[in-house]
């Protein structure tokens, strides 16, 4: 015979998913409500995000929180649930989530139900505003949660408003995996308390970060906002891109390893490709859509790196060079958790993510209008195809080198340097496209010698 818990569980399921569709709707005109309460705080409200709870996370709390003893039954339990509906609203900043609490507290009437005040234009959705908050949580970390009520013709649906800053709402998702769903953390009790304490320390410092480079951006001069902007801000952004994804690594595969390099390469892809001309005009948004579409990515890092199509360049170099990167996707780690970074942070399919990038790292180690200008003292047919058979061999000089080194940023700088004077020294020597291919071979251990020297 079963327990009877599960009878009750079963029970409270079955009412549950009756009601699912009405929970819906409420859950939509309760966050469409909060949009317009909050119109004047548009600029600190990043997002408004639901959920009804998942029939999954009903019978586990049931259990956990012993709802089976606590309530008489099913109807009772399902009632009184607390956060069968639940609402975040995501700001920028910590020191933003008062401001959004008071915000919404304005907004209420200053008459009380049963210690929950109603929106003065929406009378049928209320509030407690009475609790402190924000409230401190059984971890020793504050939160502000509110409680709230939804009057319907058949009575009260509770839901459950919480406002959290962006490393907020990233910290809370990390604790609620080490610590609410961890089924061993009274076996690693204290080591468990420590790390969320690490961690939640140096979320605040992106905070604190965030902040300084945003307030940089809206008060400062245009020069120095340009300073910021290029020193500090990419810099910002790796840190953001290494300090996330090293958690997500870790929750992942059970441990983590040194995405320094690799961070500081996608904050400078990130940065060149879709932030720095926002910045210039003024835009400091992007600054934090990506650090919210950060925190709220999901990643499998064991997982093959599957490419929609082929990939197709106009370039030699680009062409080997690509043949080589999609070879190693899934052989070489190093470049596995580098392009798994980089599908997971753009927004178009993983064949345009990976197209976009190797135009931008030939960017990064060619000048394109001073490379085009070489070799001008030759027919403009063989300065072309000797352009062409350059690229190619930096290509397979970076090939033979076989590491992810040669797309770190202290390397790039440098190999586009001995690049360059590589070229120039040949100018100096080639006569001719055929003098060239004659003493190919020769030119390609030379650049090759350089470019190892550097990695």
């Known amino acids: 015979m079963r327990v009877s818990v599960f009878d009750t569980i079963d029970e409270t399921l079955e009412i549950l998913a009756v009601r699912r569709e009405e929970y819906h709707q409420i859950r939509k005109e309760i966050k469409a409500i909060l949009y317009t309460v909050l119109n004047d705080e548009s600029d600190r409200v990043m997002d408004i995000s639901s959920r009804v709870k998942s029939a999954d996370s009903l019978r586990e709390k049931i259990i956990r929180n012993r709802l089976y003893i606590k309530y008489e039954n099913s109807e009772e339990i399902l009632s009184e649930l607390s956060d069968g509906i639940g609402?975040?609203?995501?700001?920028?900043?910590?020191?933003?989530?008062?401001?959004i609490f008071n915000a919404i507290k304005q907004a209420l009437s200053t008459e009380q139900v049963d210690d929950y005040s109603p929106f003065v234009e929406f009378p049928h959705v209320l509030l407690n505003v009475i609790e402190a908050q924000p409230q401190m949580q059984k971890n020793g970390f504050t939160i502000y949660r509110l409680d709230g009520h939804y009057h319907t013709n058949r009575g009260n649906v509770k839901f459950e408003l919480q406002i959290k800053s962006l490393v907020n709402s990233f910290w809370g998702d990390i604790e609620h995996k080490l610590v609410y769903k961890n089924t061993n953390y009274y076996v690693y009790d204290n080591f468990m308390k420590r790390l969320l304490v690490s961690i939640n320390s140096n979320l605040s410092i992106i905070d604190k970060q965030l902040r300084i480079v945003y307030d940089e951006?809206?008060?400062?001069?245009?020069?120095?906002?340009?300073?910021?902007?290029?020193?500090?801000?990419?810099?910002?952004?790796?840190?953001?891109?290494?300090?996330?994804?090293?958690?997500?690594?870790?929750?992942?595969?059970?441990?983590?390893?040194?995405?320094?390099?690799?961070?500081?390469?996608?904050?400078?892809?990130?940065?060149?490709?879709?932030v720095r001309d926002e910045i210039a005009s003024d835009n400091s948004g992007s600054l934090f859509r990506i650090f919210k579409k950060l925190n709220g990515v999901n990643i499998d890092f064991s997982e093959e790196i599957v490419m929609e199509s082929a990939y197709i360049s106009n370039?030699?170099?680009?062409?080997?060079?690509?043949?080589?990167l999609l070879n190693q996707l899934n052989k070489d780690y190093d470049w596995y958790v580098f392009f798994k970074m980089l599908f997971t942070l753009e927004e178009g399919n993983n064949i345009e993510d990976f197209t976009l990038f190797m135009i931008l790292y030939l960017d990064l180690l060619v000048d394109h209008y001073w490379f085009k200008t070489s070799f001008a003292k030759l027919e403009y047919a063989d300065a072309n195809a000797i352009h062409e058979l350059c690229l190619k061999m930096l290509a397979n000089?970076?090939?033979?080198?076989?590491?992810?080194?040669?797309?770190?940023?202290?390397?790039?700088?440098?190999?586009?340097?001995?690049?360059?004077?590589?070229?120039?020294?040949?100018?100096?020597?080639?006569?001719?496209?055929?003098?060239?291919?004659?003493?190919?071979?020769?030119?390609?251990?030379?650049?090759?010698?350089?470019?190892?020297?550097?990695?």
């Open 397 to 455: 000089v970076l090939i033979e080198v076989d590491t992810i080194k040669i797309i770190y940023n202290q390397n790039l700088t440098a190999i586009k340097n001995e690049f360059m004077h590589f070229i120039e020294v040949l100018e100096k020597r080639v006569i001719s496209l055929k003098d060239f291919q004659s003493y190919e071979s020769i030119y390609t251990e030379e650049l090759s010698k350089k470019i190892k020297s550097i990695l």
């Open 315 to 324: 370039n030699p170099f680009s062409s080997s060079m690509g043949d080589y």
């Open 217 to 274: 951006m809206e008060n400062g001069d245009r020069h120095q906002m340009g300073l910021v902007s290029e020193e500090n801000f990419e810099k910002l952004l790796a840190k953001a891109i290494n300090d996330l994804f090293t958690e997500k690594l870790k929750d992942s595969i059970g441990f983590t390893i040194n995405i320094k390099n690799t961070s500081n390469i996608l904050g400078h892809y990130i940065f060149v490709k879709n």
């Open 87 to 99: 609402l975040k609203i995501e700001c920028r900043f910590m020191d933003e989530e008062y401001k």
